[in-house]
């Protein structure tokens, strides 16, 4: 019985095949959009929750403070207010995972007939576990390299690339300011920043190395900024209370005066990046689901259409015999048709588009198949839905009045 049925709906809507395909277009595009949007959506949210992962966990980066000269106030990182011994002071708090303190600047790279210019860290062997940053080969520096100012670097990929090409960096010797330094390793590929800085585009070397023989230091033992890591995300408030505190009173600052320095959440901020993201996520399969609805309503008006111009038809079929749920059915599998066939050719449609769009613009997308059933799923039942009403008053219909129907 419900094949028949089938059949003759499929037949039904074939003999008006623009009408049918007019109706079908509204679904098509509705689920296009909805999977296309979806995956630039979830593809932009991936990205930054990657680009949080690189950034590593649970971190706090203390920059030195401002100062006032003259009436006029400084921005941080304007006086060198912090020092080696801050960072080892802090290391010793409860709840401190890892310490890194950092002295960085700008220099230029010399290997061969190849030249690049890039930061340099001046950092201990700590940045890499407060990074989350491994060696893709060779290895790193120890504590022996920071006590003796040894003039060694680990050297990112972006930098291996400009220098070394296709050759391998380790145990060859740079110049970084005209003097000698052995690559020890190179770092693993990290990608882009949440500010979209290229972490790779980096130097890192001993931070008494850096402070003494690199960039020198007006006051010495100072450094820009510390890095630390709480050992996890709920011990962070005490963390970042406990630095305050030390600070204040290692720097002997009297109650009520300002800091020579600020602590600054970082995960907190790629936290807030990251919810931004996934509410953009959703607001795009949210407009996009808009189109679903313009879909339906379109299904609903055709279906109208038809019930219309079939009443004699109807009137016929109920002249013999079939029954209000029979047309109700019949109609109702028009729309249910309509909805699936959109639908499908709606998934063909977004999941090409999603590619050409990769492929076109190297913007980062995700497909996943949830947001596939999803978007077919609810266009299905909106097809469904918005064809009920049309089926429903055509089950509704008199016998005698569909016959007299002109």
């Known amino acids: ?115 690049w210019s890039t930061q340099v860290y001046g950092t201990t062997p700590a940045y890499l576990t407060v990074r989350a940053w491994t060696l893709a080969s060779g290895f790193p520096f120890t504590d022996s390299d920071i006590r003796s100012a040894t003039r060694v670097a680990l050297l990112g990929k972006t930098v291996v690339d400009n220098l070394f090409g296709d050759e391998d960096p380790v145990g060859k010797t740079i110049r970084i300011r005209s003097s000698p330094y052995v690559v020890l390793g190179t770092l693993a590929p990290k990608g882009q920043s949440l500010d979209g800085r290229d972490q790779d585009d980096t130097v890192i070397v001993p931070v008494t190395t850096a402070q003494r023989k690199l960039f020198g230091t007006q006051f010495a033992g100072t450094v820009r900024f510390i890095m630390v890591q709480a050992e996890s995300a709920e011990a962070m408030p005490a963390v970042e209370k406990s630095i305050n505190e030390l600070l204040r009173q290692r720097h ?21 990046a990251a919810e931004t993201a996934k509410v953009m ?43 209000g749920n029979d047309i109700l059915l019949q109609f109702l599998l028009e729309a249910i048709i309509i909805s699936i066939v959109g639908c499908l050719i709606g998934v063909g449609l977004g999941v090409g588009g999603a590619l050409a769009v990769n492929a076109f613009s190297g913007m980062a997308i995700v497909i996943t198949a949830s947001s596939i059933f999803l978007a077919f799923a609810v266009a299905a039942a909106v097809g469904i839905f918005f064809g009920w009403y049309p089926a429903r008053k055509a089950a509704a219909m008199k016998p005698i009045d569909a016959l007299r129907y002109q």
């Not at 009436?71 to 960072?87: E, F, V």
């Not at 949210?286 to 313009?294: G, P, Q, R, T």
């Not at 038809?306 to 009443?311: F, M, Q």
Request: glycine share 12%; hydrophobic share 50%.
């Open 1 to 115: 019985m419900t094949a028949a049925m089938l059949a003759e709906a499929w037949l039904a809507m074939g003999a008006n095949r623009l009408r049918t395909f007019l109706t079908m277009l509204g679904m098509v595009i509705g689920v296009g959009a909805v999977i296309l949007m979806l995956a630039i959506g979830q593809g932009t949210q991936r990205q930054v929750e990657e680009s949080i992962a690189s950034m590593g966990s649970n971190l706090f980066i203390i920059l030195s403070g401002s100062t006032t000269s003259g009436g006029l106030r400084m921005g941080s990182g304007a006086t060198p207010t912090l020092t080696l011994a801050d960072a080892q002071a802090v290391e010793e708090l409860p709840a401190v995972n890892a310490v890194a303190p950092s002295a960085p600047g700008t220099a230029q790279l010399v290997y061969g007939s190849n030249n």
């Open 252 to 272: 002997r600052i009297r109650e009520g005066a300002d800091n020579d320095f600020s602590v600054r959440n970082l995960t907190a901020l790629a936290n807030a």
């Open 281 to 323: 996520s959703l607001m795009l399969g949210a407009i996009a689901s808009i189109s679903l609805l313009v879909g339906g309503i379109g299904i609903m008006n055709i279906m109208l259409v038809s019930v219309t111009e079939r009443t004699r038809e109807i009137g016929i079929r109920m002249a013999i015999g079939a029954r």
